[in-house]
């Protein structure tokens, strides 16, 4: 005896669902692969050091710096015949040697006038030097420089004396003491340029003293302080 088959009716939107469900996920698998493929091609622009599947790599080097402004004053021997050297014991120095009021004496280095009136009147020794001011990116492309003996003679101030002149002087008269006061120094040069260097003169004028209470002979030393400013 034959047995009845049994037949399954679906229902009429089952095959519809079904389709649909199937697009979903291969649409989905679809989107997961773009997706994988996007996150390499960053990974591989991003990772410029390393590279796979490529010939080249492009790093980049990122290269900083802080610049300052700089400042030099420098002071050096003159080009005159027999200048002084300028030494840099201490900053700088230079020395005249032995020296006299009636001029008697030559110096070591540099010039000297003979006193006007002989056992009267002072002499002079002095010397032409370079000054060269040097400044970097500042706001101004010109500096001024000035002077003033700060540290006058410690035993001889009574008769001796620094002097100076911006130009080559003549005579004794035009050597001009050079001032001892920091709030109202003298000026060595105004509107001047970053590493030209300018001759000035520097000198002592040596008074005829004498005195039986008093040091008026012997070595002596006096300093002097140059300030360079960049408006």
Request: glycine residues 8%; charged residues 10%.
């Amino acid at each position: 005896m034959r047995h009845p088959r049994r037949v399954r009716l679906l229902r009429p939107n089952y095959w519809a669902r079904n389709h649909w469900g199937f697009a979903m996920r291969r649409q989905a698998r679809f989107f997961v692969t773009v997706l994988a493929l996007i996150a390499g091609a960053a990974t591989r622009a991003g990772a410029a050091t390393s590279a796979v599947n490529a010939s080249t790599v492009s790093p980049t080097l990122q290269v900083s710096v802080t610049v300052q402004k700089a400042i030099a004053l420098t002071l050096s021997q003159g080009a005159g015949a027999g200048a002084c050297n300028v030494t840099t014991a201490s900053d700088y120095s230079i020395s005249f040697g032995n020296v006299d009021a009636l001029g008697i004496n030559t110096p070591t280095c540099g010039s000297k006038f003979d006193p006007t009136t002989p056992g009267v009147s002072p002499s002079a020794y002095y010397t032409d030097y370079k000054i060269t001011p040097m400044f970097t990116n500042q706001s101004s492309t010109t500096a001024t420089v000035t002077a003033y003996v700060s540290a006058n003679f410690a035993t001889l101030s009574s008769i001796l004396s620094v002097v100076q002149a911006s130009s080559a002087p003549g005579n004794i008269g035009a050597l001009s003491a050079m001032s001892t006061s920091s709030g109202s120094p003298t000026s060595v040069g105004t509107s001047l340029a970053s590493g030209t260097a300018l001759t000035r003169y520097i000198g002592v004028t040596v008074q005829p003293t004498n005195s039986g209470s008093s040091t008026v002979s012997g070595s002596d030393t006096a300093t002097i302080t140059y300030t360079m400013t960049v408006p």
